[in-house]
């Protein structure tokens, strides 16, 4: 025993050993893991981003170059710390603490020390580059822009995070990733494919040739470039009218669904979120929580729709056959539900179809809405059809745009209110509010935009997108080139729109006629509550203006929703009038027009409720 | 001296393997240590360089002791194992520090570490006095002689520190459980190897719930005719339990981050996975790295200088404690193994040899020899390869430096001398 307690003693350690090692050696081992051996080295070779183009042609976004200061700890060389410092444009605790971190990351590998330097920068830096031994400047491309708008629909690039680099194996930390807008919903197109070289390298760090004579290496794939629908001058003039205002404007090419411009007040210039102060200014705007900068107002707001809203319940009740264009309503300055009095500003008198729409009157639209119900034998039949009808003009629902977000609004229906009230309690009269617009439906600027949209092509609508063409082939999803038809029959458009277009003649806009264009629009009045430290209070209307024009062979329908604008023909009438303008005839002639809603400004509204102070809200005076 | 001359009746199959491993050492430490300077092999500002010059010394070490009278070595067995007593104690004032340990002296061309030349005297001694032919093992205060003989020079390394090379001493008690001492003693350090560890696992309360179960267990099936008393057992219980509870105070209190570190990862004690890899790849570094090297090599490794990791030095230490990476790397599952079994082959015929001795001296010295070498080969491999915690011991023959390679040479080749004077002792 004693004499073989050290021979199996050795055996058992052999057997051990050689156990352990094959687990390593032959099961752990992967052919694969030499990708992700240091000291095969991964070159990449990136493509330029692609760039983006206008409706028609005219440059949006392009790239410039940047320049990275990236140092190799290991290979630093002692050097003139003040000199460096003062190229750079860092003081020297700064310049430590990020040699540190580059240290921290890894010796042998390069760090970011300064990124994005400008080109006046690089050019005094890069004549004493020699004497910093261990640091080297890094070429990138960095999205250059082309205009100072439309940087909710261009959206952004950013370095890519953690998570992506989970999520998507493609990526390499330090590369740039479309964050939001077009920048993301077509990542791929414009990024093309990052070429890979594997270079073997030798003891020495030296590049030895390429491993494994390049057989998987791979070229770049140029991005390709994109031609979107906006237009970029009428998208500057919006956003030059919306300066001091908040809320959403979205205008549509009618007889494609291309979205012509998209405009979210207040807005902030796109080329602040590229180059060195990029995190700085993004912090800036995202954590400005009153006017919400970075919050796209034209497709995420979801303010009631107001009177807009009533073009559709005068098609409703013409379709389902309740009504036609000369049945008649009394208006006694306002309707009566039940014993309550409800107000109407339109003067009041007899109303048809025609005077219902161009004087916007509450109670003749109360009384549509009610007929409509009636027809059917319940009140759930009734919502079901009244549902079906709102739905068909894409409202209540994600309208499915190539944009990353979007909101739904919302058409109620029966389980909504079956929930609120309670199964049978609740009738027409319950949710009258929704014969004018108010009460619980809501839609986005571009939900109102394309059912303005679906009208003026009397009956269909093409799902808005703001994609033109990639690349040469041109061709684009077909899904937005495949019409949707609304369940009203084109008959019933003409009557409807005739009022839209007396608005303009005898109505709420009459001030806002443009000469020589033809317009069919509807005025919209929203009344709005706030809750700020708990405590309900109602502010000026919403200002909100649906338009086509000309009236026949649309070519532009659009969505103007204004906060607390007051009514509709206000803010978002004059400037839904100037857009027209400025799209069909390319010039506006109005001069005194555009002058008043370039200079005026909302502020002292949005001031009101952070005052502290009892205000006013609807002032006659503006 | 025999007729046949100092090389005469020399084992040259421990020879040849020896040869063989320094050898293969050597390539290694070429390996990764071939800097894009180095010209020569025998540039001497080179690490391979170096090594080279310490294989000729070695080799003159070797003559040296191949041509001294083989009863030199037992004669003056004491006064070496003084001496070298001296020269630990000495190295509190006059030691040199390097990377943190002061363990050398320095003598301007090398450094000398006394600890390497003390694991040959300690094993000269320590056969000396059991061969004694006063000396009985069974003797509880001759136990206590050897005892203190191993662990005199232990206790002068530990605060270097070097617990390492401490650590290794403990190897010499197996020469004692060759020579009849109770093995029961294994028995007992293994149980407390085993208790450490199961407390550190599983907590002091599932360790207790064990034991009684095993005896439970134990009571419950042995042969009716097999009487176990009660008491020791329930002793044996309540000790182990004290020592469990001990184990908590001691993990928590007297060790120090350090070392907690290292038993978390040997132990994989952090439950959260996420965080066990992250201490893999700080705490754990080198052994991380290491193994990742050997990984990569696969079955027939990559090449010899081909390493992409040794080359981009990528596992520290590699020269020296972590050689062994090396090996698995560029030369695979082939080289490793191959290695295991030159180091197996050659462990078991120093073992045959020391069996065939006639002289209790040799016999216990050899033991010593192979206890020594087989520890260093257990805790470097097993360290490398991710089985035992970091301990700093080097690689016999393999690892870079002097003072290894020269002591473990000449421990080795004063066994081999008295071997070959074997025949002479019997008559």
Not at chain 1, 129 to 134: D, I, L, P, S
Not at chain 2, 297 to 303: A, I, L, P, R, T
């Given at each position: 025993m004693k004499k073989l307690l050290l021979s199996s003693i050795i055996v058992i350690i052999g057997f051990t050993f050689i156990g352990r090692l094959s687990y390593l050696q032959l099961f752990r081992f992967s052919p694969d893991q030499i990708l992700d051996d240091p000291a095969i080295k991964k070159i990449y070779d990136y493509p330029e981003r692609g760039y983006i183009y206008d409706r028609d042609g005219k440059l949006m976004v392009g790239n410039q170059p940047a320049y990275d200061v990236m140092v190799i700890p290991r290979e630093v060389k002692p050097l003139d710390t003040l000199e460096f410092c003062q190229l750079l444009g860092i003081d020297k605790l700064e310049f430590l603490s990020k040699m540190e971190n580059a240290r921290n990351y890894s010796p042998r590998l390069p760090s970011v020390l300064v990124p994005q330097l400008s080109k006046e920068d690089y050019a005094k830096l890069q004549e004493k580059?020699?004497?910093?031994?261990?640091f080297y400047i890094q070429k990138r491309s960095l999205r250059y822009y082309n205009t100072h708008g439309a940087a909710n629909v261009l959206g952004y690039i950013s370095e890519v995070n953690e998570g992506d680099l989970l999520n998507n194996p493609y990526y390499v930390a330090g590369e740039l990733k479309g964050r939001t807008g077009i920048e993301k919903q077509y990542e791929e197109i414009l990024r093309g494919r990052k070429g890979v070289k594997h270079i073997q390298k030798d003891r020495f760090n030296r590049d030895i040739g390429p491993y494994k004579d390049g057989k998987l290496d791979t070229l770049p794939k140029q991005g390709k470039e994109i031609h979107i629908t906006l237009d970029k001058e009428l998208q500057e003039y919006g956003e030059k009218l919306m300066h001091g205002k908040r809320g959403g404007i979205v205008a549509i090419e009618p007889k494609t669904g291309e979205i012509l411009a998209m405009i979210s007040g207040p807005t902030y210039d796109p080329a602040l979120l590229v180059g060195r102060e990029r995190s700085k200014n993004y912090s800036k705007l995202h954590y400005d929580t009153i006017s919400k900068p970075t919050w796209d107002r034209s497709i995420l707001a979801q303010p009631s729709p107001g009177s807009p809203f009533k073009t559709l319940n005068a098609l409703i009740a013409l379709q389902e056959g309740v009504i036609d264009p000369s049945t008649k309503f009394r208006c006694y300055h306002g309707f009566y539900v039940g014993n309550t009095l409800r107000g109407c500003h339109c003067g009041g008198g007899v109303r048809d179809l025609n005077s219902g729409i161009y004087q916007s009157c509450n109670a003749y639209f109360a009384g549509v809405f009610r007929k409509i119900y009636d027809k059917y034998g319940t009140t759930d039949e009734g919502m079901d059809v009244w549902d079906k009808h709102m739905k068909s003009f894409g409202l209540g629902d994600y309208l499915g745009t190539d944009l990353p977000t979007g909101a739904p609004g919302r058409i109620p229906d029966k389980e909504y209110y079956d929930k609120w009230y309670g199964d049978g309690r609740w009738a027409a009269s319950t949710i009258i509010s929704n014969s004018i617009g108010q009460g619980e439906v809501a839609a986005t600027p571009l939900q109102l935009a394309n059912m303005t949209a679906a009208i003026a092509n009397r009956g269909y609508f093409y799902t808005p997108h703001v994609i033109k063409s990639v690349g040469n082939s041109g061709a684009i999803d077909p899904k937005f080139t495949t019409p949707h038809y609304t369940t009203i029959d084109r008959k019933y458009f003409e009557p409807v729109i005739q009022g839209m277009a007396d608005v303009y003649n005898y109505g709420t806009a009459r001030w806002l006629k443009i000469p020589g264009i033809d317009i069919a629009g509807k005025t919209g009045t929203v009344e709005n509550y706030i809750r700020v430290d708990g405590e309900r209070m109602q502010l000026t209307d919403h200002s909100v203006f649906v338009a086509f024009a000309?009236?026949?062979?649309?070519q532009i329908a659009l969505a103007v929703y204004i906060e607390n604008g007051y009514f509709g023909a206000r803010y978002a009438g004059h400037i839904a009038s100037l857009l027209i303008e400025k799209y069909i005839n390319g010039e506006i002639t109005r001069k005194d027009l555009e002058t008043r809603m370039l200079e005026k400004t909302l502020e002292h509204e949005y001031a009101k409720p952070y005052s502290g102070e009892p205000f006013k809200i609807n002032e006659r005076e503006w | 001296m025999s007729g046949k001359g100092p090389f005469g009746r020399i084992d040259w199959i421990t020879v040849i393997l020896y040869a063989l491993l320094v050898f293969i050492g050597w390539t290694n430490i070429y390996s990764t240590s071939?800097?894009?300077?180095?010209?020569?092999?025998?540039?001497?500002?080179?690490l391979y360089g170096k090594q080279l010059f310490f294989i000729g010394l070695a080799f003159l070490g070797i003559i040296f002791v191949l041509f001294v009278e083989s009863s030199f070595f037992e004669r003056f067995a004491s006064i070496f194992y003084v001496v070298s007593i001296v020269l630990l104690l000495g190295l509190f004032v006059f030691g040199k520090k390097i990377a943190g340990a002061t363990s050398w002296y320095d003598l301007g061309f090398f450094n000398f570490q006394p600890s390497e030349l003390a694991k040959v005297t300690t094993a000269l001694a320590l056969a000396k006095f059991l061969s004694d032919i006063q000396t009985d093992i069974r003797n509880r205060r001759h136990q206590l002689y050897a005892l203190t003989i191993i662990l005199l020079p232990a206790l002068l390394i530990l605060p270097q520190p070097d617990p390492g090379s401490s650590l290794?001493?403990?190897?010499?008690?197996f020469v004692l459980f060759r020579e009849g001492f109770p093995l029961y003693y294994l028995g007992i350090l293994l149980v407390i190897v085993v208790l450490f560890a199961t407390t550190l696992m599983f907590g002091t309360v599932w360790v207790v719930i064990g034991l009684v179960t095993l005896a439970l267990l134990v009571y419950t099936f042995k042969k009716a005719s097999l009487k176990i008393p009660v008491l020791p057992v329930i002793g044996a219980i309540v000790v182990s339990t004290l020592f469990s509870l001990s184990v908590n105070f001691v993990f928590e209190h007297v060790f120090e981050q350090r070392h907690r570190d290292r038993f978390v990862l040997w132990l994989s004690l952090e439950k959260d996975e996420k965080k066990l890899e992250e201490i893999r790849k700080t705490i754990g570094y080198n052994t991380y790295q290491s193994e990742k090297a050997i990984e990569s090599?696969?079955?027939?490794?990559?090449?010899f200088l081909e390493g992409t990791r040794t080359k981009g030095d990528f596992v520290p230490e590699q020269h020296s404690d972590y050689i062994f990476s090396s090996v698995g790397e560029e030369w695979g599952f082939l080289g490793t193994t191959t290695v295991i079994i030159l180091f197996s082959i050659f462990f078991l015929r120093l073992i045959f040899i020391a069996e065939r001795q006639k002289s209790d001296f040799s016999r216990m010295y050899g033991y010593g020899v192979i206890s020594l070498l087989v520890f260093h080969y257990f805790i470097n491999i097993g360290m490398v390869i991710g089985l035992l915690p970091t301990i700093g011991v080097p690689l016999p023959f393999f690892s870079y430096g002097g003072s290894g390679l020269i002591f473990f040479s000449m421990l080795l080749f004063i066994f081999l001398k008295l071997d070959s004077n074997r025949l002479k002792d019997g008559i």
């Open positions: 580059m020699r004497h910093f031994v261990g000309p009236v026949e062979n649309p | 071939l800097t894009d300077q180095g010209t020569s092999i025998f540039d001497f500002s080179t290794i001493y403990f190897s010499l008690f090599g696969g079955f027939f490794g990559k090449g």
